[in-house]
């Protein structure tokens, strides 16, 4: 009986087989098996030779080389001078570690060491995997690829869920039939990006749903490739440009780390899962999340035209209806009346402010709310002081010219002058300001990173740079931004604490892009906000109920100018700020459930077994003379519950006949969302 090296978490089991002298191979992952059952025996003894086959089997392994009978996708692609371009490892030390296990996987022919680490985490239920490779030869080791993690589907994986988009359209569902065609999506922005997230949900035909993301801010890969045993792989990791990692003798390159899950619930619970790994990586101050605050900001309001005086009124109208968090945008530094000059220079424009931002910011604290402040800290305009002194300090390649965008360039964070700058520059604002808060935003891709490319030296400089000021004021929240939803990932939400979810505030386009960004995050790192009508990105209008329900169940927020609201729609928006505060300690904690209904209606819940609050979209007029029925299949079957639909008398009802035939709702509108409490009876 060979060894076999299992991990249990509540809902997960994942296997391994350990043969002598190679790398374990991948035997199980998939919903949680009883304790003591292993595979009855060796794998290859249940493989019988096929024709026309190479006389050793090469099943998939936790980390499968290439070169050496593997003929799917390997795990490594690296060579040293143009040999030692295959993997096969003579030599596997298993290591046990708290709720994981750690392969140390040898080479001594291409004179390399893989070490692939794998934790379970019993409270998560999230696979938490990652590579590093260490060059023990005597040459550089040119590295081409690594995956962080190689996982097994099996082989009734019918069907891949990805997003793509653009700016002002994240989110974009992806739905495709997995085949024996490789499907592989790869991004080489330098970030995150709009365009391709990095990371998806496989569904199989029984229902279950295995679900992985790369906690990764750069530019990154990830393929299913189907194998010859009709199960497939799925590989993860970062995209390396040519020449962009070459280790020298004993160096180490360490991947990222993937957040992976199965479950037996779907996509749903993929989701749960995966947000309770995010919120057990994030760092809170005072060590626990706060309610989420109102938040208004400024930048739809009014742009780059700063009036300090009109400022103060809207911190005054922002108060009044209950507004928490007040965050200066772009255009409070010195020349800075659009976007075609002054980042880098990150003083308080006189002209604006003749006595700086500490009277508008005291002004915003005097009312009981917090201040908050926009930066880009990684961004230059040629048309800066901080360019005409360092224009070496930009990233660029000698001969090429320098390509911008929004009339910038990218500052080499991997300089370390420039980062010692950033910091100081920061910190200067944090220690002069009463500012709790950063809106930090990212408004380019990367594309000349380097005569060497240094996009992953960029991305880990940033990291650094965001440690650094975190440690030094870990009072401060931090939000991600990038040009809205360029730069969401499990990677920076363990720096930070809100994600603009997208410079789209129409919200009917809010729909979508909020249930995508659900798949993988919290609802409390959800930016939402209430726009003007009509929305500035799509010129659609829609009614102020309609546009605060879409913004309620995330880190809910404004983003107009209130002093020019009637009366009738300032009476609106007070009543979802109350309402929003009556409710964000149930949307932001415990469970979230997402599912559609026929003719269009949407809907999710939140909430655990003592009770859900459900909300119910309709973004388009109903087709039906009479509405569909809304199915709950996570109550409880064998319990009652007391239902109150909107503002409607409440009643009761089995929580089987609501699992099984549904929750009646009442005729909607287009744009209109209807919230529900459903409480176990007797509570």
Request: glycine share 10%; net charge negative.
């Amino acid at each position: 009986m060979p060894e076999f090296v299992e991990l249990h978490s509540p809902a997960c089991t994942a296997i391994w087989e350990c043969p002598d002298g190679e790398a374990p191979l991948w035997r199980y992952w998939g919903p949680r098996l009883p304790d003591g059952v292993l595979p009855p025996g060796a794998l290859r003894d249940e493989r019988p030779e096929p024709s026309f086959s190479l006389h050793f089997d090469q099943p998939l392994s936790v980390f499968p080389g290439g070169g050496m009978g593997w003929f799917g996708q390997s795990a490594l692609l690296a060579h040293r001078g143009g040999a030692d371009w295959t993997f096969q490892a003579g030599d596997c030390a298993i290591e046990r570690i708290d709720d994981g296990v750690r392969f140390v996987l040898r080479d001594i022919v291409a004179r390399v060491t893989v070490t692939v680490t794998a934790r379970l985490d019993p409270a998560s239920d999230v696979l938490t995997l990652a590579t590093s490779l260490r060059n023990d030869g005597d040459g550089v080791l040119d590295v081409q690829w690594l995956a962080a993690a190689c996982l097994p589907l099996p082989e009734d994986a019918a069907r891949v869920r990805s997003y793509g988009g653009r700016h002002n359209s994240e989110f974009v569902v992806i739905d495709d039939k997995l085949t024996r065609s490789l499907w592989r999506r790869e991004n080489r922005r330098g970030l995150t990006s709009h365009d391709c997230l990095p990371g998806a949900v496989v569904t199989c035909d029984d229902g279950t749903a295995h679900g992985a993301q790369l906690a990764w801010s750069g530019n990154h890969a990830q393929g299913i490739e189907w194998l010859d045993d009709g199960r497939r792989q799925w590989q993860l990791g970062e995209w390396l440009a040519p020449g962009e990692v070459r280790l020298a003798p004993g160096e180490t390159l360490h991947s990222p780390e993937v957040l992976a899950t199965v479950s037996a619930e779907g996509a749903d619970g993929v989701a749960q899962a995966f947000h309770r790994a995010v919120r057990a990586r994030m760092t809170w101050p005072g060590g626990a999340m706060k309610p989420r605050p109102v938040h208004l900001n400024t930048w739809e309001g009014f742009y780059f035209d700063h009036d300090e005086a009109a400022l103060r009124e809207l911190a005054d109208a922002a108060a009044a209806i209950g507004i928490e968090r007040f965050v200066l945008d772009d255009g409070w530094f010195k020349g800075r009346d659009d976007d075609t000059s002054s980042l880098g220079d990150w003083t308080v424009d006189t002209a604006k402010y003749p006595q700086g931002l500490g009277p508008l910011a005291r002004h915003v604290t005097g009312l009981g709310m917090e201040f908050g402040l926009w930066v880009e800290p990684e961004m230059i305009n040629r048309d800066s002081d901080l360019y005409r002194a360092h224009p070496d300090w930009v990233l660029a390649i000698d001969g090429r010219p320098l390509l911008e965008a929004r009339n910038q360039l990218v500052l080499d964070l991997s300089n370390p002058a420039v980062g010692e700058y950033l910091f100081e520059a920061v910190a200067a604002l944090l220690r002069e300001l009463p500012i709790s808060y950063l809106k930090w935003d990212h408004n380019r891709d990367l594309t000349h990173a380097g005569n060497r490319p240094r996009h992953r030296a960029q991305v880990l400089a940033a990291y650094a740079l965001f440690d650094r000021i975190r440690a030094a004021y870990p009072d401060v929240e931090i939000e991600a931004c990038a040009g809205g939803g360029g730069r969401i990932d499990a990677g920076i939400a363990a720096r930070t604490h809100r994600f603009w979810t997208s410079d789209c505030i129409d919200a009917v386009s809010r729909v979508t892009m909020q249930r995508g960004f659900l798949q993988f995050l919290p609802p409390e790192l959800m930016g939402s906000h209430v726009g003007a009508s009509p929305a500035h990105s799509t010129g659609r209008g829609q009614a102020m109920a309609f546009r605060c329900g879409v913004a309620l169940p995330g880190h809910f927020g404004v983003e107009l100018d209130v002093r020019k609201l009637g009366a009738d729609e300032r009476a609106g928006l007070a009543a979802g700020i109350a309402r929003y505060k009556a409710l964000r300690g149930r949307l932001h904690a415990g469970r979230v459930w997402r599912g559609e209904a026929p003719d269009g209606l949407l809907w999710q819940a939140h909430g655990d077994g003592d009770g859900l609050l459900l909300l119910v979209t309709r973004a388009v007029p109903t087709t039906q003379r009479h509405q569909p029925h809304l199915r709950l299949p996570m109550l409880d079957p064998g319990r009652l519950y007391h239902v109150r639909i909107g503002d409607a008398a409440p009643f009761e009802a089995e929580g089987s006949w609501l699992a099984r035939i549904g929750l009646p709702v009442p005729p909607l509108p287009g744009e209109a969302v209807l919230a529900c409490d459903i409480q176990p009876a007797g509570t």
